[in-house]
């Protein structure tokens, strides 16, 4: 009921049940830097209650993309080291309120998320994909 009230929401579920899994790969990645930078500020603003609601979102991201992890492929036998990295930042930042941590932790979602955007385009389209990408580093 709620989303046929909420046209934003509504759209929201449709790009989420219409998107291929590199776009949403890249959704999740989205979503966890927005919630880091809404930590951030909450840690700036000593707001302790905001900062784990929005560190504890982050952290539910990336255990999502630890579990979307197919151990088959030995790619994600190097990746979840790194992953669980990324969440040993994002506690020590929830525990520590300590800005340093979720620094690190953001740095790698966003190299993270622009080596996906980068992959996703090589896959859609090996040939014409030489040079890099486009200069605002967003998936099509």
Same mark, same amino acid.
């Given at each position: 009921?709620?989303?046929?009230?909420?046209?934003?929401?509504?759209?929201?579920?449709?790009?989420?049940?219409?998107?291929?899994?590199?776009?949403?790969?890249?959704?999740?990645?989205?979503?966890?830097?927005?919630?880091?930078? %809404? &930590?951030?500020?909450?840690?700036?603003? @000593?707001?302790?209650?905001?900062?784990?609601? =929005? /560190?504890?979102?982050?952290?539910? $991201?990336?255990?999502?993309?630890?579990?979307?992890?197919?151990?088959?492929?030995?790619?994600?036998?190097?990746?979840?080291?790194?992953?669980?990295?990324?969440?040993?930042?994002?506690? %020590? &930042?929830?525990?520590?309120?300590?800005? @340093?941590?979720?620094?690190?932790?953001?740095? =790698? /979602?966003?190299?993270?998320?622009? $080596?996906?955007?980068?992959?996703?385009?090589?896959?859609?389209?090996?040939?014409?994909?030489?040079?890099?990408?486009?200069?605002?580093?967003?998936?099509?």
């Amino acid at each position: 009921m709620a989303l046929a009230q909420n046209p934003y929401a509504q759209y929201k579920q449709q790009a989420v049940t219409t998107a291929g899994p590199e776009k949403l790969l890249i959704m999740l990645f989205d979503g966890a830097i927005r919630f880091a930078g %809404q &930590a951030r500020k909450a840690i700036e603003d @000593k707001d302790i209650e905001k900062s784990n609601n =929005y /560190l504890m979102r982050c952290q539910d $991201i990336v255990f999502e993309l630890i579990g979307s992890l197919n151990m088959d492929f030995e790619i994600s036998h190097s990746l979840l080291p790194m992953y669980e990295y990324i969440n040993y930042n994002l506690q %020590q &930042a929830n525990i520590q309120k300590d800005l @340093k941590y979720l620094d690190e932790a953001e740095i =790698y /979602l966003r190299e993270f998320r622009e $080596i996906w955007i980068q992959t996703a385009k090589l896959v859609k389209n090996p040939q014409s994909n030489q040079s890099g990408g486009d200069e605002k580093g967003e998936y099509k």
